[in-house]
């Protein structure tokens, strides 16, 4: 299966100053493995050096990238543009804490001709924040923001989260507020999910907080997009939202349509059809395999085409663009309105999908649901 489709480049930074309560990303606070960590990268570039044609994006997420040195992600961006071409208007972007966005480092990511800055701002309440076990406040937020703007960036994204334990659908909405007075341009609304294994996690499993049952969860997500739809965002996928379609993340589409992408450092996943293969998720082993000159992959699979089928409706269902039939059938080998007409019928009834002009839809109620969508 060849998609025809423009690669993105991802970029890992596995690296973060503490870890916060919530969270069960792989990244490591030893921070002086830095510098041996950015070494092994550009030779993982210098691997992959000509496996790839052009790519339109680059994504440098986290972990915490914000807390490497403007020289070090400097170097970074020298190295990818070395090893990568790239079309002429990439958009590339960074992940960032509040807590770093001073004045020189965000200076010269522009400089660097980073045009998206997505700032991990998660709340204006200081009672949730100390909650999450963020190591910003929300007035560090605030000044980020306003700074991101000041250094020239006109494409910012703010990543907030609800479903806190003992939040309520209105302190959010309180968040949501302050969010849009700073008209970012993306919003990316994330529902709290607590990995068994994290200090939150652990003090749920011991029955010191509930965490929102299926109703209330259901209430903050319609609230969330009400609210947000209102204020004139495009609510474009189930957590995120952009001002217009000029700023829906062009690199996370890639994810959502079996587009190509190769990624860098630990835990990082690639696809290339029909393959997808992901790196090892500990920095030790990553940087053993670079060193022993190997690539640092820990696993690959070939997807099968009803694998490729069973990803491509799930993650369609999941945008509000929906499934072109049409381009299913071709691309799948499969025509849905026919094999499925009958669970196509029985989910139009329950008000969770639609089809106009040959697309399958999800309604906002299926928006909600989208992780039980999956119809084949
Ligand atoms: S900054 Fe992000 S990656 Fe790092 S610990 Fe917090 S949530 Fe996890």
Request: a negative charge; aromatic letters at 12%.
């Amino acid at each position: 299966m060849n998609s025809g489709k423009t690669p993105g480049l991802y970029i890992h930074i596995p690296f973060c100053l503490s870890k916060c309560h919530y969270c069960d990303f792989y990244s490591s606070t030893s921070i002086s493995a830095v510098p041996d960590f950015l070494k092994a990268l550009v030779k993982e570039m210098k691997m992959y050096r000509n496996m790839f044609d052009v790519f339109d994006t680059l994504y440098i997420g986290g972990g915490t990238p914000s807390l490497l040195t403007p020289s070090q992600l400097e170097d970074i961006l020298t190295s990818v543009q070395k090893n990568f071409d790239f079309t002429s208007e990439p958009e590339i972007s960074i992940e960032t804490n509040p807590a770093d966005l001073d004045r020189p480092l965000l200076e010269s990511t522009r400089e660097m001709g980073i045009n998206r800055i997505n700032i991990g701002v998660q709340s204006f309440d200081e009672k949730v924040l100390g909650l999450l076990g963020r190591r910003h406040s929300a007035k560090q937020a605030i000044l980020a923001i306003e700074a991101s703007r000041k250094a020239g960036f006109q494409n910012i994204g703010l990543d907030l989260i609800y479903g806190v334990p003992g939040q309520d659908v209105n302190s959010w909405l309180d968040t949501l507020r302050q969010a849009v007075a700073f008209s970012p341009e993306h919003l990316s609304c994330y529902q709290l999910t607590l990995g068994a294994k994290t200090p939150l996690g652990v003090r749920y499993q011991a029955g010191e907080f509930l965490m929102p049952g299926e109703e209330l969860q259901y209430e903050f997500f319609i609230k969330t997009s009400e609210f947000l739809e209102d204020a004139g965002y495009i609510h474009y996928e189930v957590s995120n939202f952009a001002k217009g379609t000029k700023y829906v993340s062009r690199h996370n589409q890639k994810y959502w349509d079996h587009s190509p992408y190769l990624g860098l450092g630990p835990s990082a996943h690639s696809f290339q059809p029909d393959r997808r293969w992901w790196n090892h998720r500990s920095l030790d082993q990553y940087l053993a395999a670079i060193k022993a000159e190997n690539l640092p992959v820990e696993e690959t699979e070939t997807l099968t085409m009803e694998q490729l089928r069973l990803e491509a409706l799930y993650l369609g269902l999941r945008t509000k663009k929906g499934v072109s039939l049409y381009d299913f059938k071709n691309r799948y080998h499969y025509d849905l309105f026919a094999e499925k007409k009958e669970m196509i019928d029985r989910l139009q009834e329950e008000g969770l999908i639609s089809i106009q002009d040959g697309r399958l839809y999800p309604t906002q109620t299926g928006l909600a649901v989208a992780d039980s969508l999956a119809l084949i």
